[in-house]
């Protein structure tokens, strides 16, 4: 995954996580 989706996980769910290009639950 790109930094941009790691961000915009963490910007959208502070207790999502990025895996792969996708957000899920931790």
Known sequence: ???D????C???HLEYRDVG???VAP
């Open 1 to 3: 995954a790109t930094n």
């Open 5 to 8: 989706v790691a961000e915009a």
């Open 10 to 12: 963490l910007n959208c």
């Open 21 to 23: 290009e996708r957000c």
